[in-house]
């Protein structure tokens, strides 16, 4: 990656432990696909007054050559997202499923294989 990892933290103390989370998940996503130029991860928590029933929302920009994706766990929808480690591992794999995508639709003319060429009959 060219630029290094950029993590936020929204409506709750940064953590050492969940930027490790993200750190291993973003090292994956770019075992997967190396040409990633950037990365920045947010994290934010729902209602910063409550103590329970708090859900986690992770938006994961990805800058690749020519191209952007966005992915965004719905935290808001989704009540497993009351655990951090869960809303990442989603969201990471919701980025990780739009980056296949990109490669199937940028990559897919290099993986054709050239049709053989007839060859000429020895007599």
């Known amino acids: 990656m060219q630029n290094p990892i950029q993590i936020s933290f929204q409506h709750l103390e940064p953590s050492p432990a969940l930027e490790t989370a993200i750190r291993r998940r973003a090292e994956q996503l770019e075992k997967f696909f ?7 991860v947010v994290i934010t928590r729902s209602s910063p007054r409550h ?5 986690f929302q992770v938006r994961i920009d990805v800058t690749l050559p020519g ?8 935290g808001a929808r989704d009540p497993t997202h009351a655990d951090p480690y869960v809303a990442i591992r989603d969201s990471f794999h919701i980025a990780r499923r739009q980056i296949q ?7 897919r003319q290099r993986r054709r ?3 053989p060429e007839p060859q000429a009959e020895s007599a």
């Open 51 to 55: 103590r329970q029933g708090n859900l």
């Open 101 to 107: 995508d990109y490669v199937r639709v940028h990559f």
């Open 113 to 115: 294989v050239p049709a």
């Open 34 to 40: 190396p040409r990633m130029t950037s990365l920045r």
């Open 67 to 74: 191209s952007e994706i966005v992915a965004s766990g719905e």
